[in-house]
């Protein structure tokens, strides 16, 4: 079981949900869930990441560890960046100039 696979356990329990329930509630099946948890299938799609959260009932802080945790093991860009820079050209020329200058230039 991976870091996510973990998490994911955790959650689930914390929520009162059975493995069967929390899939339902997600609309996948419950074997697509164990699969998920046991690190047999790679962490899930943004849109499915975002029902995650929203089913799981996720505060601000914990979102931004689930997103995060999915982006480091994906190799790709946290979903709740990703959904705010993807429709909007003038971000992402605002990210090309942060990451041309440095971290600690914003302006």
């Keep these: 079981m991976n870091k996510f696979g973990k998490f994911l356990k955790k959650e ?11 899939a339902e509630k997600i609309g996948v099946s419950s074997y697509y ?11 899930p799609s943004r849109e499915l990441q ?6 799981l009932n996720f505060d601000e802080e914990k979102k931004v560890k689930f997103f995060n945790m999915i982006a480091k093991e994906k190799k790709d860009i946290p979903s709740d960046i990703y959904d705010g820079v993807i429709s909007d050209e ?11 200058k440095g971290e600690n230039n914003y302006d």
């Design 12 to 22: 689930i329990s914390q929520n009162g949900l059975s493995q069967n329930k929390f």
């Design 33 to 43: 869930v164990g699969q998920m948890i046991k690190g047999e299938k790679r962490p």
């Design 50 to 55: 975002i029902k995650i959260a929203n089913s």
């Design 90 to 100: 003038a971000k992402w020329d605002k990210i090309r100039k942060v990451l041309n």
